[in-house]
């Protein structure tokens, strides 16, 4: 699926093309075919002198990759995000995860962790997500575990795992974008795989599955066989 790019020279969304402004495209689209970007966009409404609304709403998403659980103050420490606007995307937030919760999604298959996932195919970097389960298997949470190319370097089970473990959970499955579009695992891919299944084992925590992933589709590890 071919996104828009949204220009940094942009400061609100009405200096847009008409046709390319996060609304119309909601209208005419829908809210699934929105980046998350755009959709924070739309809830914070514009920019401050010299800090365009799509920056803001870069880094306020770059901010709850990390921590998902993010309070209204370190919402206020993003430039551009005063008290007002702070309460209100804080308060969309937890009506959110409100209404998510009270659906008990539960991951049995491979697509089910990519719908858990596949809104982050627009980012412009790698990014190894951590999908984490309970002992029945439903989501209890989902956050972005690392930035990068994925190789023994970049990526630690000890961020891997860090979050699961405060949450107690049973299970996890991991899944990361390609940009290029090509889903087919590297053998980098392959060997981080293989150690975090490893920590996992030692921790207690089954690693269900690794999806290597675009906008419109996904390799798994479980079903190539080699999980």
């Not at 220009?7 to 909601?26: F, G, N």
């Not at 980012?123 to 984490?132: F, G, K, T, Y």
């Not at 392959?190 to 290597?212: A, P, Q, S, W």
Request: glycine fraction near 6%.
């Amino acid at each position: 699926m071919t996104r828009y790019r949204i220009s940094k020279e942009t400061s609100t969304l009405k200096e847009m093309p008409a046709e390319d402004r996060p609304r119309e495209r909601l209208e005419r689209m829908g809210a699934e075919a929105l980046s998350d970007e755009e959709l924070m966009m739309l809830i914070i409404g514009s920019g401050i002198s010299k800090r365009p609304v799509n920056e803001i709403a870069k880094e306020l998403i770059s901010a709850l990759d990390k921590n998902p659980d993010i309070s209204r103050d370190e919402i206020m420490l993003i430039p551009g995000l005063g008290k007002a606007k702070a309460s209100a995307i804080h308060a969309s937030l937890e009506l959110g995860r409100r209404r998510v919760r009270s659906k008990g999604r539960t991951i049995t298959n491979p697509n089910d962790i990519y719908l858990e996932v596949r809104h982050f195919a627009t980012r412009d970097q790698e990014s190894l997500i951590v999908v984490m389960m309970n002992g029945a298997h439903e989501s209890i949470g989902t956050i972005v575990s690392t930035v990068g190319l994925l190789n023994r370097t970049i990526v630690h089970p000890r961020e891997v795992f860090s979050e699961p473990l405060k949450r107690r959970a049973a299970a996890i499955a991991i899944a990361h974008n390609h940009p290029s579009g090509n889903v087919e695992p590297s053998e980098d891919d392959k060997d981080v795989t293989r150690r975090i299944i490893k920590c996992g084992e030692i921790l207690g925590i089954k690693v269900l599955d690794h999806l290597v992933f675009s906008a419109d589709r996904y390799y798994s590890f479980l079903e190539h066989g080699l999980m």
